[in-house]
């Protein structure tokens, strides 16, 4: 009986620390919005027994009551995603007095809306995710002055004087500025006569005359070229060699890196991103107070709307099952336990990458594995540098401007000065800030990720750990800036801070993107995963299925969607 007695009082005494302990680990998750979960020790000891029967149900897969039974409540509209599609959609169905409840994964909201401060210079909105918009985005335009936000030009800083900005492009191991782009004798291309003097979107424009019996084809799903082959089969690169010289090829594509040309994207999805290949500076437009706020400010109004209305953060989709007319999601919560919720509709605002994830018989068969196989995943890092002096004012010549490069870095901007800052200086008279970013591209991004260990650069500064990124890989950026430049005594950044959106779904902090490989019509394959299963309310929206103006498109996707499904 003693025995027993003290094997008793040891079970209690688990089950206390445990709850207590799991209790608290609630207590780290703000997973609603509208209320905090706040645990006292006492609370988690009471519910210790609870927590330890969730711990040991959820070891192992997930498992789902299907039945009709399960859906003891049910909400109206479940929205998966808080990125620009998600938070929109939130935000068009909030007076349509249906029960609507959005979920995302991360502690975040916003998507590739992610704007970031560093300590001191809080004053300046450094975007990791969407970065600027020109005045053709009409729809986001227009939701900008409906929420009243601000907007400002994107790269002018606190410099009232700033010089008109420059453009540098490095290929072959040399630099030269974007006019000289147009004379043959300055570039390392040996062109054919009639390409000659003719900059990267001039001789786009040729390849369009040389290829097609009609230039002025708009149709490029249904186009072929003049030897018979379908557009939408030929990868960008193979286009560009069918259609010009392989120099010329080379030419475009290395003077214009963030267009995926090494990538061999579908050329019909392509084309008409780049009938201009290197637009002014002074047409981008960007929030003055970041790209964050638009989201959060819809899903401010959206809850506001009504009570019923809830955004959950840390719950991310694991499974969905049918049951009934409903449909039964079981998350993932703050990576601890799974709670399943019913719904009658499901959207899914998030890419088709992260959709593929979700454990969901419905689409996993034959046919969308097919249309899976269409999404061509990118990755991209960016990395922002701060100085304390504008190296580029003296040497190149700006104050504002943009580099592009066939290298390990893909594109470079100067953004200017920025004087608000309170940061403490290494020179005291030094009252202002210089901003470069920098990007890193697809294959390149492991080269740089795999040096993004061992000591951070600058500790003491402040900057949150996930951006913060190692001494090595910064001299490694800083390397590279140098030999493009040919400035070997460039002054090293005072702080600096780096992203990584992947082209894996499961890195829970940010899906890159996609482009569209050859082969497919992405028209046809975008028609079948809009609705994806007859008879069921499942839809998929997003940046995935929208074309190549990712904003304007999203906000036009929901717009159609509202309109047919909600009249």
Known sequence: MLYLAILICCIVGLVVFVGTWFGHKQKDCDCSRGSKIDLTTWEGTKQGFQN????????????????????????????????????????????????????????????????????????????????????????????????????????KSDLANASKPKSFHHFRGITVQEADLKNSLKIPYHLADNEKNKSPTEILQLMRMMCFADPNVTDYTQASIKNGRKLYQLGMLEYMLNCASTEAAMFVKDSAPLYGFEQNVNAATQLPAVKTLHEAFDKFQTL??????????????????????????????????????????????????????????VLLAIPLPAVKEVDYPNLHTKEFQQGFLAIHPISYLIMYLVFENAWWEEHLNTSVGHATSDGIISSIYFLGKYA????????????????????????????????????????????????????????????????????PNITDPYAALNFEWSRHAANDQGFGGVNWNPGYKWKDVIAKFRKPVNGRDVFILGNTLVGTTIAEGCIKDVDNFVRTYFP
């Not at 049910?74 to 990125?83: L, P, Q």
Request: glycine share 6%; charged share 30%.
């Open 52 to 155: 330890i029967t969730r711990l040991i149900q959820n070891l192992g897969p997930i498992k789902q009551d299907d039945s009709e039974a399960s859906c003891k409540e049910v909400i109206d509209i479940a929205i998966i995603g808080t990125g620009l599609t998600g938070s929109y959609a939130a935000y068009r169905l909030r007076n349509f007095n249906k029960k609507v409840t959005v979920f995302e994964q991360n502690k975040r909201i916003g998507g590739r809306m992610y704007t970031v401060r560093m300590p001191g210079l809080e004053d300046v909105p450094l975007e990791l995710g969407m970065r600027r918009m020109t005045l053709k985005f009409k729809n986001l335009d227009k939701l900008i002055g409906e929420l009243d936000l601000k907007k400002r030009e994107w790269s």
């Open 288 to 345: 003055t107070d970041g790209w964050d706020t638009l989201p959060k400010t819809l899903l401010d109004k959206f809850e506001k709307e009504s009570k019923r209305h809830k955004v959950m953060q840390q719950y991310k989709l694991k499974a969905m099952r049918n049951v009934g007319q409903q449909h039964l999601l079981s998350f993932e919560v703050n990576r601890t336990w799974v709670e399943s919720v019913c719904a009658k509709k």
């Open 420 to 487: 608000k800052s309170n940061w403490k200086a290494t020179n005291p008279s030094a009252d202002q800030r210089y901003i470069v970013s920098v990007f890193v591209f697809n294959e390149n991004v492991k080269l740089v990720r795999d040096m993004n260990i061992g000591t951070p650069y600058k500790e003491n500064l402040g900057i949150p750990e996930e951006v913060t990124p190692s001494r090595t890989a910064v001299q490694y950026i800083m390397k590279e800036i140098k030999t493009m430049f040919a400035l």
